[in-house]
């Protein structure tokens, strides 16, 4: 995998990570207990898989870990700046 397909995918993986804690924020929200916990079995599974192609672009890229990326370096993938 060419680096700047590898960053595109971590930047994407960003944006859904966020969306992932905007869509667990908001199903703790549902009052019906069943309907809450059917969605809160839900969301892992998906999370996981994003993880897991996460995961595989940092064993090539290690720099690109999300968690190792600088304020600044974040700010540039997140912004789709080429580097």
Do not use: W, Y
């Not at 944006?15 to 924020?25: C, E, H, N």
């Not at 996981?48 to 870990?65: P, R």
């Amino acid at each position: 995998m060419k680096r700047d397909v590898a960053k595109k995918i971590i930047r994407a993986a960003k944006v859904m990570d966020q969306i992932f804690g905007q869509l667990d924020a908001a199903s703790n929200q549902i009052h019906d207990e069943e309907e809450r916990r059917s969605c809160g079995k839900q969301l892992p599974h998906s999370s996981s898989t994003l993880e897991k192609i996460a995961l595989e672009i940092v064993k090539q890229f290690s720099d690109l870990h999300p968690d190792k990326l600088g304020a600044g370096e974040f700010s540039r993938l997140s912004a789709g700046s080429k580097g």
